[in-house]
T-cell receptor
């Protein structure tokens, strides 16, 4: 699975959009981009995933560049409860294939 | 919603004790996983299972074993706990589609 690069930390004002970047320049054609987050002392929580089209759900939007070498997770109106570590993962969708979690981005939402 | 339940959130055990960490999922998922998470090391896969009575080693299986007697239940066993097994342990499950995995809340184990 391709590696990802994320900034170690970011701040965002409460109520503003949080834009979390991820670089995955070696991604291959059959690898999806996944985002999880982990609030302190809890298990990782699935947010969203996509292949090449932009995706949106009730939690967030995922924007993938046309060349698929990078993506951005957008939390449209960040709240204090969105303070967490956010992980970007690329993975071939295949049952039993591992999810490799890196060190992620620590997002702090500031009141 | 998928529910992955880990029976113990916080445990303190003595060196040499046998430790059981239990995990149950309610979505009839085929695949289940045990990870441990340590500061600076991310999540590391210990064992996983594709089906009842099947198990596969992950990246760090030494010192651990697992049991999958029923589809919904996946147990992690520390035969003789050691202090370097102090960690947060995460169970996860995944359906046949291989689409995504869902995690439990985690079990914090301290070995003294």
């Amino acid at each position: 699975d391709a590696k990802t690069t994320q900034p170690p930390s970011m701040d965002c004002a409460e109520g503003r959009a949080a834009n979390l970047p991820c670089n995955h320049s070696t991604i291959s054609g059959n690898e999806y981009v996944y985002w999880y987050r982990q609030i302190h002392s809890q298990g990782p929580q699935y947010i969203i995933h996509g292949l090449k089209n932009n995706e949106t759900n009730e939690m967030a939007s995922l924007i993938i560049t046309e060349d698929r070498k990078s993506s951005t997770l957008i939390l449209p109106h960040a709240t204090l409860r969105d303070t967490a570590v956010y992980y970007c993962i690329v993975r071939v969708v295949d049952t039993g294939n591992q999810f490799y979690f890196g060190t992620g981005t620590s997002l702090t939402v500031i009141p | 919603d998928v529910k992955v339940t880990q029976s113990s959130r916080y445990l303190v055990k003595r060196t040499g004790e046998k430790v059981f960490l239990e995990c149950v999922q309610d979505m009839d998922h085929e695949n289940m996983f045990w990870y441990r998470q340590d500061p600076g090391l991310g999540l590391r896969l210990i064992y996983f299972s594709y089906d009842v009575k099947m198990k596969e080693k992950g990246d760090i299986p030494e010192g651990y074993s697992v049991s999958r007697e029923k589809k919904e239940r996946f147990s992690l066993i520390l035969e003789s706990a050691s202090t370097n097994q102090t960690s947060m342990y995460l169970c996860a499950s995944e359906g046949e589609s291989g689409n995504t995995i869902y995690f439990g809340e985690g079990s914090w184990l301290t070995v003294v």
